[in-house]
């Protein structure tokens, strides 16, 4: 268990640039969660993935905001025309998709639009 | 519209003494609630968990107390120890959604050696 890994650990970008992360979870797991956090806020969920199949988007995952996990195992999340309201932290989690698991966070992404 | 509510942005206590972290919640739909623990520069890590059909669960230091009449749980750590300096997120899912789960904005703690 190597656990979830996020690159990069930050990233500093100007209004309007592209930007993508990525996620590498427990190789296990079949299910990939995207969080923001924002500060002084909890994590608020985006969207997750049941292996490659992306099966719900939050209300808060603009068109500017697309991820995708092509063969069900490392997921990216890019975001188009970055605002400075995209900064926060974007954090990925990981789990087997039992009922009532706990999640596996990785360190997360801090995004700062400049 | 915040579903989970922790009204204590912090918390400071001694070393030895009882911390006790406070959570609400306004969805009567959700049937189990986690907390998790937060250091710096590091993701969430998961603490303790309880199903609604209990009113307790304990792990050690960790009692995590449900009042499902009051929509409200709470987290004690005894003793508090300096090591245990972190932000604590309430969350809570509930069955039609596991995938889901929702989270409150954090209480931080302080333990004061």
């Known amino acids: 268990d190597t656990g979830v890994s996020q690159d990069p650990r930050h990233k500093i970008t100007k209004r309007g640039q592209n930007v993508t992360f990525r996620c590498d979870p427990i190789?296990?797991?079949?299910?990939l969660y995207w969080y923001r956090q924002t500060l002084g806020q909890g994590p608020e969920f985006l969207t997750y993935?049941?292996?490659?199949?992306?099966?719900?988007k939050s209300r808060l995952l603009s068109d500017r905001f697309s991820a995708e996990r092509p063969k069900g195992s490392f997921s990216t999340l890019e975001i188009q025309r970055t605002e400075q309201g995209d900064s926060a932290m974007y954090l990925c989690?990981?789990?087997?998709?039992?009922?009532?698991?706990?999640?596996?966070f990785g360190s997360g992404t801090q995004l700062s639009v400049l | 519209d915040q579903q989970v509510k922790q009204n204590s942005p912090s918390l400071s206590v001694q070393e030895g003494r009882i911390s006790i972290l406070n959570c609400d919640y306004t969805?009567?739909?959700?049937?189990?609630f986690l907390w998790y623990k937060k250091y710096p520069a590091e993701g969430p890590t998961f603490l303790i968990s309880?199903?609604?059909?209990?009113d307790k669960n304990e792990d050690g230091r960790f009692t995590v107390f449900l009042n499902k009449s009051a929509k409200h749980l709470s987290l004690h750590i005894v003793p508090s120890q300096p090591g245990d300096s972190a932000v604590y997120f309430c969350?809570?899912?509930?069955?039609?959604?596991?995938?889901?789960?929702?989270f409150g904005p954090g209480t931080s703690l302080s333990v004061i050696p």
């Open positions: 969350a809570a899912s509930y069955q039609t959604s596991y995938d889901k789960v929702i």
């Open positions: 969805n009567s739909m959700f049937d189990y």
């Open positions: 190789s296990e797991h079949n299910r």
């Open positions: 989690a990981s789990g087997r998709g039992l009922a009532n698991e706990k999640l596996f």
């Open positions: 309880i199903s609604s059909i209990k």
């Open positions: 993935f049941q292996n490659e199949a992306q099966l719900e």
